[in-house]
C-alpha cells in the first residue's frame, strides 16, 4: 500500500496539508522547548488557533516524531505503514483466539488492506483515523475477554478505549457505541449483567485514561466556532450512502465511497453466510462480529437520520460512512473463517484479492499524489508565513478570512510575512505599523511572547495574535485585560505611555489542571487493578 509512495510522492488526500502542518507545527515547539503543544502557532498564516486542545493528540505526536527522525517528504509513507503494521497485528492478536495461525495471518493482511483502509491512505489521507482503526480489533477482543472473565478483562479494555479517544474523535465515538452494543451481546449471550457492569469499569476507566484530552477539548468547545465541524458539507444528513445534494464534486466523492461501502457490506455478508458452518466454534465473537456489522451498515443509509440527531454526540462523526471502521474487523474476520473451511479455498483468495488489487489500482489511480505538499508547508513555516486555520478551531467571534494580511484565497499564503505587532490608529481604529514607537522582541514563542516598548503616548498594540481566554498579559509584572478586533478577534493590548515590559503567556485553565489529575488518577487505578485481577502462577 506505501509502494505507490517511491513512484509517485505523496498521495495529497483530503486532510493531508492538515495533519502535515500540524506535525510541522509540533516539530517546531519541540525546539522550543514544548514538550505537549496546546496552541498551534502557525495556524491561521501565523494568528494561531487552540488546534491541540481540540485534536486528539496521538496522530500529531507520532507524525511529528516521524518528521523529526527522516525527512518530512517521507514522514506521512513512514506513518501509514506503522498504522497499516499495526492494524494487522491487533487483528492477528484478535484472529488466532478463534482460528488457526495460517488463517489468522490472512485475517491480518485482510484488515490492513481493507477496501477502507485503501480509501483513507489515498483519497482521504485522515491519519488520525487510520491510526484509531489500527485499535478497533483490540477493542473487539477486550470486549470477548470481559464477556469471559468480566472484571480480570477490564484494564485492557480500558487502556484500548482510552487509546481509540486519544487518536482520532469521530472513531472514538463509534467506538464508544460500538462498546456499548457489543457489551449488550455479551451480556445477553452469557445471560449474566457481570459483562456490562465490567464492560462499563472499563469504558469508566478508559475516560479516566484520556481526561487530559477529554476534559479540555469538551469543556473550552465554549471558546471556539465547534459547530462548524458539522456544517454545511460536513454534516451527517449530507453523507449518507449514495446521498444527493451539494456540489458536483463532493457527490462525485459520496458516490465514490458509497459503492465502496456497499461492497464491502454485500462482500461481508456473503463471507458471513460462507463461515456459518464455523460459527460453533467462536458463537460469541459470531454475534458480535455480526451485530457490529449489521449496526454498523444500517447507520451509514438514509434510514438512520433519526438516530444521528438524537444520539449524543454521533454528529460528530461527520460521515456515516466513517463506520466502516468497524465493518472492517467483521469483513476480515469473516474473510479468513471462510477461506479455512472453504473446500476450494483457492478461488475464495484469487477472488478477494482480485477484488482488493482492482480497488487499490481504482483509488490510487484516481487520487492525487503530489512531492511538493510536504516541503511546500516546511517552507511556508520557515519562512514565517505559516499555514491554513480552520473553522470550527477559530475562537468565537473570530472571521479567519478576515485577518490583516491574509490573502482573499486562504489556502495561499500572504504576499508578504505578516509584521509580528502593528499599532491602533486612534483616530480610524484601523491596523497601521507600528510608528513613533519603539518594540523590540524579547522572546517569541508558541506559548510566551514577551515585548519591551517604549512609546511617549499611550498605544494600542495589535499582535499577530487571535484571543483565546487562555491567553494572560502583564504589563510590568501587572496583570491587564486583552481586547480583541471586531470580526476579526485579533489581540490588541493597551500599553501605557514610557517604557515597560509586555509579557504575553499561554497559561495553563483550570480544567486542563482537572483533567491532568484524572487521568494521574485513572493510571494508579489502571495499574493497581492489573496487579490485583492478574492471574495467579503456580508451579
Request: charged share 15%; net charge neutral.
Amino acid at each position: 500500500m506505501v509502494t505507490p509512495v517511491f513512484f509517485l510522492g505523496n498521495a495529497s488526500g483530503h486532510d493531508f496539508q492538515f495533519h502535515l502542518a500540524s506535525w510541522l507545527d509540533v516539530a517546531g515547539q519541540w525546539r522550543q522547548g514544548i514538550m505537549y503543544p496546546r496552541w498551534a502557532e502557525w495556524a491561521n498564516w501565523g494568528y494561531g488557533e487552540p488546534r491541540f486542545i481540540f485534536y486528539p493528540p496521538a496522530s500529531w505526536l507520532l507524525g511529528a516524531a516521524l518528521g523529526s527522525i527522516v525527512r518530512w517528504q517521507a514522514a506521512p509513507g513512514a506513518y501509514v505503514w506503522l498504522s497499516l503494521v499495526a492494524g494487522g497485528m491487533a487483528m492477528w492478536r484478535l484472529a488466532r483466539e478463534w482460528l488457526s495461525p495460517r488463517e489468522a495471518i490472512a485475517a491480518a493482511i485482510f484488515f490492513a488492506v481493507n477496501p477502507y483502509n485503501l480509501l483513507i491512505v489515498y483519497y482521504r489521507s485522515d491519519f488520525a483515523e487510520l491510526l484509531a482503526a489500527a485499535f478497533f480489533p483490540l477493542l473487539m477482543l477486550g470486549t470477548l475477554r470481559v464477556t469471559r472473565d468480566a472484571w480480570r478483562g477490564v484494564p485492557f479494555l480500558g487502556l484500548v478505549f482510552g487509546a481509540i479517544w486519544l487518536c482520532n474523535a469521530p472513531a472514538a465515538v463509534i467506538a464508544t457505541y460500538s462498546l456499548a452494543l457489543l457489551l449488550v451481546v455479551g451480556s445477553a449471550l452469557a445471560r449474566n449483567i457481570r459483562p456490562l457492569l465490567a464492560g462499563g469499569a472499563a469504558m469508566t476507566m478508559g475516560f479516566g485514561l484520556a481526561a487530559f484530552y477529554i476534559l479540555p477539548a469538551a469543556w473550552e468547545q465554549r471558546w471556539v466556532q465547534i459547530a462548524q465541524a458539522v456544517s454545511d458539507n460536513l454534516r451527517p444528513e449530507q453523507n449518507f450512502i449514495f446521498a444527493r445534494g451539494g456540489d458536483p464534486d463532493f457527490i462525485l466523492f459520496n458516490w465514490k465511497v458509497s459503492s465502496l461501502a456497499l461492497g464491502m457490506m454485500l462482500i461481508s455478508g456473503i463471507l458471513a453466510v460462507l463461515a456459518t458452518r464455523r460459527r460453533r466454534e467462536f458463537p460469541e465473537l459470531w454475534w458480535m462480529l455480526l451485530a457490529v456489522a449489521t449496526v454498523s451498515s444500517f447507520l451509514m443509509f438514509a434510514p438512520s437520520e433519526i438516530f444521528w440527531r438524537f444520539l449524543p454526540k454521533l454528529r460528530f462523526v461527520q460521515f456515516p460512512w466513517r463506520w466502516l471502521d468497524a465493518l472492517s474487523v467483521a469483513f476480515a474476520f469473516f474473510a479468513a473463517a471462510a477461506l479455512g473451511r472453504s473446500r476450494k479455498q483457492w478461488i475464495l483468495w484469487i477472488a478477494i484479492l482480485c477484488i482488493l488489487a482492482a480497488t487499490a489500482t481504482a483509488i490510487a489511480q484516481d487520487a492525487w499524489w503530489d512531492s511538493d505538499d510536504a516541503p511546500t508547508l516546511a517552507d511556508w513555516i520557515h519562512s514565517g508565513f505559516g499555514y491554513e486555520g480552520t473553522d470550527e478551531y477559530a475562537p468565537r467571534g473570530c472571521d479567519r478570512y478576515q485577518l490583516p494580511g491574509v490573502t482573499a484565497d486562504s489556502e495561499e499564503p500572504p504576499s508578504l510575512p505578516i509584521p509580528e505587532f502593528s499599532k491602533v490608529d486612534p483616530d480610524s481604529d484601523e491596523i497601521v505599523p507600528a510608528a513613533g514607537m519603539r518594540v523590540h522582541i524579547e522572546r517569541w514563542t508558541a506559548e510566551r511572547r514577551v515585548l519591551s516598548t517604549e512609546s511617549a503616548t499611550p498605544v494600542h498594540i495589535a499582535l499577530r495574535l487571535v484571543n483565546y481566554p487562555a491567553w494572560e498579559a502583564r504589563v510590568d509584572g501587572q496583570q491587564i485585560a486583552i481586547g480583541s478586533r471586531p470580526e476579526t478577534a485579533q489581540m490588541v493590548l493597551a500599553v501605557p505611555a514610557g517604557a515597560h515590559i509586555v509579557d504575553l503567556s499561554f497559561r495553563r485553565t483550570l480544567d486542563r489542571t482537572i483533567g491532568d489529575a484524572i487521568s494521574i488518577l485513572s493510571m494508579l487505578a489502571f495499574i493497581a487493578f492489573t496487579l490485583i485481577k492478574r492471574p495467579l502462577t503456580h508451579p
